[in-house]
């Protein structure tokens, strides 16, 4: 079955850097777009970042354009978010989840997701 299962979070101080990893099996990596969404507590979940089946295409939201950058490696079936000047508001659990496309979109919309990782935890302290 497909297997999303995310790593890399953690506690960080607020301007720090973590790197999250979206490791893929199961499916036919190639052929999904993947996106990160997060959840604070509190809070709906909401959408990051998404990159295309190539990765010639990416999307942000605009709270962390210019910090964060979404990246894959189709040879490993990994999907990657580096986060860069980190503030508390940005602490939640952070999902990846997969978009079977035949096109080269990267999207937004939560509901368009086939498939979800289970959740890691980002902390952010000021």
């Known amino acids: 079955q497909v297997q999303l299962v995310e790593s890399g979070g953690g506690l960080v101080q607020a301007g720090g850097s973590l790197r999250l990893s979206c490791a893929a099996s199961?499916?036919?990596?190639?052929?999904?777009?993947m996106g990160w969404f997060r959840q604070a507590p509190g809070k709906e979940r909401e959408f990051i970042a998404a990159?295309?089946?190539?990765?010639?295409?990416?999307n942000y939201a605009d709270s962390v354009k210019g910090r964060f950058t979404i990246s894959r490696d189709n040879a490993k079936n990994t999907v990657y978010l580096q986060m860069n000047s980190l503030k508390p508001e940005d602490t939640a659990v952070y999902y990846c989840?997969?978009?079977?496309?035949?096109?080269?979109?990267?999207?937004?919309?939560?509901?368009?997701?086939?498939?979800w990782g289970q959740g890691t935890q980002v902390t952010v302290s000021s």
């Open positions: 989840a997969a978009d079977a496309l035949l096109l080269e979109y990267a999207p937004s919309d939560q509901a368009a997701y086939d498939y």
């Open positions: 990159i295309s089946r190539s990765g010639i295409r990416t």
């Open positions: 199961g499916l036919t990596f190639g052929y999904y777009a």
